[in-house]
Each structure stands twice: as structure tokens, then as C-alpha cells.
């Protein structure tokens, strides 16, 4: 585990993530901060896994605790160094931690485990690195759910557009991307007193932020 030093370029995908998806991320930081149990004393080591801009792990240290954000994104990590200073910095993705086990009280995974190559097995080793009675918290996206999702979806259709096949995991890998669902994944990971719902908020932002997130998801690359 290192404390990132060094300056890292970030004026490509993650600065503009980082203006547009981040936002509506953070509409569940109060919920994933709370099921980890924080500002309870004895909640001291929190692990944000995909820290990404490093805004969560930066509300958990001012909640009290000392954080470790992992995440495989060299960009990103200088995200979280800059909004989060205070943090140890590992550049690591799921399912490899270069973490031991049974370290951290409360490890955390917001929009993540929606992007694994294989959810059981990230699911696995957060539970690895994760002291015994400390908790796992995540959140994904509900396939086809969610309000933006709806909003794309509408978007196309009233285009004209040609929607491109999705590409999905194997069956025998993927879940499916429900609240049951992510509480038998949770489940199947060798978690105990396992509990999912659902989480709304309200997002508000400027149709300019929203579209250059999308632009930045279709290139797939810096704009």
C-alpha cells in the first residue's frame, strides 16, 4: 500500500467524468457512508474500491475514518489525491487487491460491480480484505431501470438511431441487476446478514453536463 506523490495528468476522461456521471453518483454517498456504519468510532478503516474522483472517500475522511481508495485508473487516482489528500492511494482493480486480508472495517464499492469481468470474484475479495463482522457496501445500476437509463432510451428511439448489440457477460458469470439479485450475489460471496433495496434521490444538472456524458461513454476514450 503506497500514498500516490506524484503529479498525474487528469484533463482527459476522468476530469469529464468527473463534471457529468460523478455527480449523479453521489446521490448515494449518505446511504453507502451509513450502511458502512460511519461516523461510529469504531469504523476506523474504510477501503473505497473504484474510488474514481475520490469524493466518497473524501466525505469518509471527514466522518473520521482513515481510508485506503483503490483504484486501477491513473487519472482517477490523481482525482482522489487531490479531493482527498489525507487518503493512501493504491493502483488496483478488482478482483486483485494487493491488500491483506481481514484489514478493514468497512469497504465500500459504489457503481462498480456493475463494470466487473466477474462480479463473484470481486464480490470475494472485498470480502477477503474486510475484517470479520465489518461490512461490504455497494451499489449498482438496476438494468433498464433507472431514470436516465429511460431517458436514453427515448433519445434513440425518437433519433431514429440504430441501437448497437450490448455486450454482456457469459450467463454462468452475470447476475441479474435487481435488488434481489445483487442481495444473491452478495450472498453467494459468503457474506452474512446480507441486505439490499432500493436507493432514490433527486439529481439536478445542466443538459450540457448530461449530454457530454453520454458523448464521453459512446467514444469510449478521450474526447
Not at 472495517?105 to 463473484?120: E, G, I, S
Request: proline share 8%.
Amino acid at each position: 500500500m503506497t500514498r500516490v506523490q506524484e503529479a498525474v495528468g487528469w484533463s482527459g476522461v476522468a476530469e469529464a467524468y468527473a463534471a457529468t456521471f460523478a455527480r449523479l453518483c453521489a446521490g448515494t454517498f449518505d446511504a453507502v457512508l451509513a450502511e458502512a456504519g460511519l461516523p461510529d468510532p469504531s469504523v476506523r478503516r474504510v477501503l473505497d474500491v473504484g474510488a474514481g474522483t475520490g469524493d466518497l472517500a473524501a466525505r469518509a475522511l471527514a466522518l473520521g475514518a482513515e481510508v485506503t481508495a483503490v483504484d486501477p485508473d491513473p487519472e482517477m487516482l490523481a482525482l482522489t489525491a487531490r479531493a482527498a489528500p489525507a487518503a493512501s492511494l493504491v493502483r488496483a482493480g478488482l478482483p486483485a487487491l494487493p491488500l491483506p486480508d481481514a484489514r478493514h472495517d468497512a469497504v465500500v464499492a459504489n457503481f462498480v460491480v456493475n463494470h466487473l469481468p466477474d462480479p463473484r470474484a470481486g464480490l470475494g475479495e472485498m470480502a477477503r480484505v474486510a475484517t470479520p463482522g465489518g461490512r461490504v457496501v455497494v451499489t449498482i445500476w438496476p438494468c433498464g431501470q433507472n431514470v436516465q437509463s429511460r431517458l436514453w432510451d427515448a433519445v434513440i428511439e425518437a433519433s431514429g438511431a440504430v441501437r448497437t448489440p450490448g455486450v454482456g457477460l457469459p450467463p454462468a458469470m452475470d447476475f441479474p441487476r435487481t435488488v434481489d439479485g445483487l442481495a444473491g450475489l452478495l450472498d453467494g460471496a459468503g457474506l452474512v446478514d446480507v441486505r439490499a433495496r432500493a436507493l432514490r434521490w433527486t439529481h439536478r444538472t445542466e443538459p450540457d453536463a448530461l449530454w457530454r456524458g453520454a458523448a464521453v461513454v459512446a467514444a469510449g476514450t478521450r474526447p
